[in-house]
């Protein structure tokens, strides 16, 4: 009987061992490490990304001005040409021809208005002793005067002559990069007709037309009014090519439209850009980049601290007193490169976690950390574990 009641009590002592070592190899896990960000007011510039199309300060399409066929092509395509300078030669014989017709026929008004002048001058003479008639006489003064209007019209047949036959000389009218030729030496053209010879654009600085809403320079406006927007410091202007780029030459906001589209609600704007190299090319598609303001006091938070609950509204997760988790709704302006400016829900001096977020619940006491130590100690972690 005294030894099953030693063997009971033995037994009872070696469950109590074994319940104590199995605590002992089960500790409370630690609370989980995560990235914090202390957040701090600062000024933040006011930026707005808009498409935009690359237009030339100076287009111009060369035409002819008279009816010929093209003798020569004097310029090579896509090359720069000069104001002024010779581009193409139109067969210029029945010009010449006129030219010379027109000046026969101002040498005959010429010669005829000397001898109706004297006959005038004779018969003014000759009235006054009742020689001849004064209807003879005024006659002969119409006919004088007559033989001037004829030089005046003569001497306006040649001037128009000489025009003509100088446009069978098409020159450039502005310094630029010229285009294919559309019309080649044989060629027969027309003034008027539809189509140019070549077109010349002026591309040493370029125009960039961007559009943008009514709705943003109004929300712009009010900003400003309130107080909490300032204007910039000169209306610049960045470019981002097609292919990601940024263009290494700053541009400046020219004017913007007084009139809104009423098919799009957009008002265009307008940028000037030096283009020394000719990068920008007429007709190119970019993003203007524009500086329209500086917000006073922004609080501007990490992208990656800012998620989207699932009814789509943006939260941020705050390492509050005891290092506890709060959830936070925010209300976001517009990003700022890799940040968010906060309107609402987030303070100067708050912790955001932006790191270990994954499975992190409100309430959770959490160890806060800078983000770059809490990627380090998990890689770490994760080498000692392999």
Known sequence: MQKGIFVGLFACASALALGACGQQQQPAPPPPAVGVVKLTVENAPLTTELPGRIAAVETAEVRPQISGVIRRRLFTEGAVVRAGQLLYEIEDAPYRAALGQAQGALSRAQASIRATGLQAQRYKELVGINAVSRQEADNAAASAQQARADVAAQRAAVQAAQVNQDFTRIRAPISGRIGRSLFTPGALVQAGQADPLATIQRT???????????????????????????????????????????????????????????????????????????????????????????????????????????????????????????????????????????????????????????????????????????????????????
């Open 204 to 386: 040493d600085v370029v125009y960039v037309d961007v559009t943008q809403s009514a709705a943003q320079i109004i929300d712009l406006k009010q900003a400003m009014k309130a107080g909490g927007v300032s204007a910039a410091n000169g209306a610049r202007v960045q470019l981002l090519l097609p292919n990601g780029s940024v263009y290494p030459i700053e541009g400046r906001l020219q004017f913007s439209e007084v009139t809104v589209d009423p098919s799009s609600g957009a008002v265009t704007l307008r940028a000037t850009f030096a283009n020394p190299d000719g990068l920008l090319l007429p007709g190119m598609y970019v993003r203007a980049r524009l500086v329209e303001g500086q917000r006073s006091q922004a609080i501007l938070a990490p992208q990656q601290g800012i998620t989207r609950d699932a009814r789509g509204r943006a939260t941020a997760m705050v390492v509050g007193a005891d290092n506890k988790v709060e959830l936070r709704q925010v209300e976001t302006d517009r990003a700022i490169g890799d940040k968010w400016i906060v309107t609402k829900g987030l303070r100067a001096g708050d912790r955001l976690v932006v790191e270990g977020l994954v499975n992190l619940r409100p309430g959770t006491v959490v160890k806060p950390g800078a983000p770059q130590q809490v990627t380090a100690g998990r890689q770490a972690n994760a080498g000692g574990a392999n």
